[in-house]
């Protein structure tokens, strides 16, 4: 105790008169932490998932120095990258100071996802792809699935006309097992030497419409845009965190939030 009393008076010796050291916005650090770090952290530091650390009662310096890690790219990460970008200085010393504050965890404790960004409006339409333009296929490195990107009229038409995509816009993804041979199971191939799509395993989405932002927090938030996973039947998979996929688009803000914004403008609608 003597000695961190020393080394705060040393330090306050040596600042300028009339500087004082601020001390963390609590308010702002809690109202942060319980509404944007809550999604993957959970409000408390208890994470929502195993795959996610748990912040409760680390020390506050040691997650200070990571949130600048993943700041200043020295740390990567596409979610918190995403996340710390957005985080002043103290910002960062208000967020690690309120989880080191927070009770340490007991046994395989879990948070449940914030529930506004573990549910979503987008849904696939019934007769799916109809009004929907193919314009990526990307099989899997072991060549046992594959992924085909659809586009909706509206976002072609935007994405043509080099404008940001507008609500109403759709991209879909379908998540197909490669199509075999029922003799030989052999893998099935197209003219270009890639295997053909088979039987539907899931389908991800993202769609936006006029009003669909307001729930989500603005660290967060892509404008109206909202996203979703199904099952096989078109079935939405509420209870899914969306939080890590709002994080990961929104560096892609300049590109209307979609990665494929190029390939889009590229797609041909009489093919």
């Not at 609590?26 to 912040?55: F, K, M, Q, W, Y």
């Amino acid at each position: 105790m003597h000695a961190k009393r020393t080394i705060l008076l040393a330090l306050a010796f040596h600042l300028p008169a009339g500087i004082a050291i601020a001390a963390p916005d609590v308010d702002s650090a809690r109202a942060r932490a319980t509404s944007v770090c809550a999604a993957c952290h959970g409000a408390n530091g208890v994470s929502v998932a195993n795959h996610i650390p748990n912040l409760a009662a680390q020390r506050a310096s040691y997650l200070r120095a990571q949130l600048q890690a993943f700041k200043d790219g020295s740390r990567k990460h596409e979610v918190m990258g995403a996340i710390a970008a957005q985080l002043s200085a103290g910002d960062m010393e208000g967020v690690a100071a309120y989880f080191a504050g927070q009770p340490a965890p007991t046994g395989d404790a879990r948070s449940a996802p914030l529930p506004n960004l573990s549910t979503s409006r987008v849904t696939i339409p019934a007769d799916f792809p109809a009004g929907f333009t193919r314009y990526q296929s990307i099989t899997a490195p072991d060549g046992k699935s594959l992924t085909v990107r659809f586009a909706n009229a509206v976002a072609i038409r935007a994405a043509k006309a080099g404008k940001p995509l507008p609500d109403g816009a759709a991209v879909i993804g379908v998540n197909y097992a490669a199509a075999t041979d029922n003799n030989t199971r052999q893998l099935i191939l197209g003219t270009d030497g890639q295997p053909l799509p088979g039987k539907v395993l899931s389908y991800v989405a993202m769609a936006r419409e006029a009003g669909w932002g307001d729930s989500i927090p603005a660290m967060l938030r892509n404008e109206n845009w909202q996203y979703a996973m199904f099952n096989a039947e078109k079935v939405r998979r509420d209870g899914a965190n969306m939080a890590e996929c709002y994080a990961c688009h929104q560096p892609q803000v300049d590109l209307s939030y979609v990665f494929t914004l190029k390939l889009i403008a590229q797609a041909n609608q009489g093919g």
